[in-house]
């Protein structure tokens, strides 16, 4: 095992993006199973500074044993595990009736495949290495798939509505015109509104792509949603998170 | 000493050339020994029938003097021809055996008792050296007339052991001649050889001492050997440019992972030494932006990894290029508008491909991002085009810009990892896009061509990368 290098994302922006996360989820807890020490001790300081309580199993069976006596959040766990497998770990946890969503680490260098650990039951996929900014904005969105039902057809933020079912965008009433891209963006934005969502997630979840963009494309796309939300308003919504992503929030 | 020399001809029989030379000199002397025998016993089977000629004439003479005159002419015959000097054997026996007349004294028991030839040589005694050592081979013919005698007419074969002798003086020479044979085509071609092996090892030990430049000799005959040194000389061209190639690719990792490190590094030392909070973040936001840039060319080191080692092709399913094609141009369309480059796209509906989806996406999303960096340099206005046709067994992806090109003599190398044209390394990027593009093709199949989008305009010809996939089988 090697030791994923991370770069964090404490900037001034995300730190008030913890604190919306912690209000909306009070204590989030969750279970990290990492064999590397190093990298489980960087995580789970890490998570802490970002207001999530944190458990750590060094190995699958105690990850196994842990995952099942107590309930978390979401958990975070590493493909290549001692003593058991991190795959198995999830098929079992699954088996037992643990529903707590699960991000899945590929290990580095290992082959980079998805369509693998999301069939062994796993949630959200994330490649070695990775920025801990993109893992603390997919646990923390896991986190809150619990509270978000999906079956909300209007999205609100602010004075923001997005009708799922008529295609319709309103802002303090009056009609905002998108794109159907656009309009996929900005849904995904209200839906984990309050949350940080990072570049890859938009790219995953909007364009069914999953890798890292390499430029500024998505930027650009959110750029000119926000030029269609915010260009008669005074009250800006979408932020942009630097060194992380993008963020809909009403800042009251 | 015998031990030195046991384990000097040990050694000399590891050599190829003698051990060849050896088995040569085998075969010859089984040849040489079935060719003496051979000969030894047609010119034996030649010998008896011209004795038997000259027997059978000897008869006949006989039997036509006792035909003519009984056994009283017979006698005085025998007797007047026994007594000339020759080969012949003349007996007149008994019916006991006793000899009566002619000119020998004892023949083989049993050799009067039959009639007609003899079956074999038998040895007699001749009359005239009675008690005498040597032996006497004959044949000879016996028949019987009245009163129970018996007459033998025969003759004398020659010493036996003297033709024996002859043949193993023969089989000996033609040895001899054999074994000098042997030595000098040893030394000859053998050694000829030996010489030119060691030469070619000495010449590859050189090469593994770390002297890559180094070629084994090539002769003027053009034979095996020179074409093993030929092969192995184009084999170590290729060994030495793929070395080159790989020393290349460190530097160029060095260089690229170097850079921003330092980078790092100062940004590090300034943000430690800085008291304001407002500029040491902004130094910590860059240290977070350079890391980030640094993931994300190991990211696209370990990508081309995977798919230069296949690892992928289990994830191959039938992919709507069409659909892919569009989905890319849309998602960059703004990023060209922004830059000033209108991006046009001419898609052939429903073109199917086996790949995978991911994949493909990702080198087109490189090749416009590539076509977007250098159509800003066009002369008039930039314009990139994407084009999507299938046909003649290919399915071919274009992207076309009208930037400042490639040359012709770079073209192969774009693809090199961290290659880049300008060796400044002033543009954004990693210098591995295209390189993961060509890995993408050489997954699928397929390959990537690169001309230019148009030859007349030399100022700024534009480069057109297209991604030819073969036609999935139905």
């Known amino acids: 095992m090697q030791t994923p290098s991370f770069s964090s994302a404490k900037t001034e922006d995300s730190d008030s993006a913890n604190v919306s996360a912690e209000a909306i989820v009070p204590h989030m807890k969750i279970l990290v199973i990492e064999d590397d020490l190093e990298a489980a001790a960087y995580m789970t300081k890490a998570f802490r500074e970002a207001g999530i309580i944190v458990d750590h199993a060094s190995d699958g069976e105690s990850g196994l044993f842990m995952g099942s006596e107590n309930s978390y959040d979401v958990m975070v766990i590493d493909r290549m595990l001692p003593r058991r497998d991190g795959l198995s770990v999830i098929s079992e946890l699954r088996k037992r009736g643990v529903n707590s969503p699960v991000l899945i680490l590929s290990a580095l260098g290992q082959v980079d495949d998805r369509v693998t650990g999301l069939r062994a039951g796993g949630d959200d996929y994330l490649p070695k290495p990775y920025a801990f900014s993109e893992l603390l904005a997919r646990v923390e969105v896991l986190g809150r798939r619990k509270g978000t039902p999906e079956q909300d057809m209007v999205y609100r933020v602010g004075d923001l509505e997005l009708d799922r079912l008529s295609h319709e965008v309103k802002r303090a009433g009056k009609d905002v015109l998108l794109q159907p891209r656009e309009f996929r963006l900005l849904e995904y934005l209200m839906k984990n509104a309050g949350q940080v969502v990072t570049r890859t997630m938009l790219l995953e979840n909007v364009w069914d792509y999953h890798f890292d963009p390499q430029t500024n494309v998505i930027d650009v796309h959110v750029s000119r949603l926000r030029s269609k939300i915010e260009k008669d308003f005074d009250k800006p919504l979408l932020k942009t998170i630097r060194g992380a992503g993008y963020m809909i929030k009403d800042e009251g | 000493m015998l031990s030195r020399i046991v384990k000097r ?107 007609g030839w003899t079956n074999l040589p038998f040895s007699y005694e001749p009359y005239s050296e009675i008690g005498g050592s040597r032996r006497h081979l004959a044949i000879a013919n016996v028949w019987r007339i009245d009163n129970g005698l018996r007459v033998m007419i025969g003759r004398d074969l020659g010493d036996p052991s003297r033709f024996r002798y002859i043949v193993r003086q023969a089989l000996m020479v033609a040895l001899a001649i054999m074994g000098l044979g042997a030595l000098v085509i040893w030394f000859g071609i053998g050694r000829n050889a030996l010489k030119r092996i060691d030469r070619m090892s000495a010449a590859s030990q050189k090469i593994m001492a770390g002297d890559l430049s180094q070629r084994l000799p090539v002769g003027r005959s053009g034979d095996e050997f020179d074409r093993l040194s030929g092969s192995l000389n184009a084999m170590l061209g290729r060994i030495e440019k793929l070395n080159e190639g790989l020393r290349q690719v460190s530097d160029n990792i060095a ?136 046909g003649g067994g290919e399915v071919r992806l274009s992207v076309c810009d ?61 480069l057109t990368i297209t991604m030819v996939f073969p036609v999935p089988k139905p």
Request: hydrophobic share 45%; charged share 25%; proline share 4%.
């Open chain 2, 9 to 115: 001809a040990r050694l000399m029989f590891r050599s190829t050339a003698v051990r060849l030379s050896a088995l040569y000199i085998l075969l010859f002397a089984i040849c040489a020994a079935f060719l003496v025998i051979y000969v030894t016993a047609l010119s034996e089977k030649t010998l008896v029938q011209q004795t038997r000629q000259a027997i059978e004439e000897e008869v006949a003479d006989i039997q036509r003097a006792f035909n003519r005159g009984g056994v009283n002419l017979l006698l005085r015959m025998m007797e007047r021809r026994a007594r000339q000097p020759g080969a012949n054997l003349y007996v007149i026996a008994g019916p006991n055996g006793e000899m009566l007349a002619g000119n020998v004294s004892s023949v083989q028991p049993g050799v009067l008792d039959q009639e």
């Open chain 2, 402 to 462: 009208n930037g400042p090109g490639v040359p012709a003599d770079k073209r192969a190398e774009v693809t090199k990892r961290f290659f880049r044209l300008d060796a400044s390394r002033s543009k954004p990027g990693t210098g591995l896009g295209l390189s993961l593009v060509e890995a993408v093709m050489e997954l699928h199949g397929g390959r990537l061509e690169l001309s230019a989008t148009d030859e007349t305009k030399t100022d700024a010809p534009g």
């Open chain 2, 255 to 390: 260089h690229d992972l170097k850079t921003p490190l330092t980078r790092l590094r100062n940004k590090a030392a300034d943000a430690l030494a800085e008291d304001r909070e407002e500029v040491r973040k902004a130094a910590l936001e860059g240290i977070i932006a350079e890391s980030d840039q640094l993931i994300r060319t190991f990211n696209a080191l370990l990508m081309i990894s995977r798919v230069e080692a296949g690892s992928m092709a289990a994830e191959m399913s039938n992919v709507d290029l069409s659909a892919v094609s569009a989905d890319s141009a849309e998602l960059y369309e703004p990023v060209a508008e922004e830059a000033g480059i209108s991006l046009l796209t001419e898609l052939g509906p429903g073109i199917v491909v086996n790949g995978n989806r991911e994949l493909i996406g990702q080198a087109i999303f490189n090749l416009l991002d590539n076509a977007i960096k250098y159509a800003g340099e066009a002369h008039g206005e930039p314009v990139i085009r994407v084009t999507l046709a299938s």
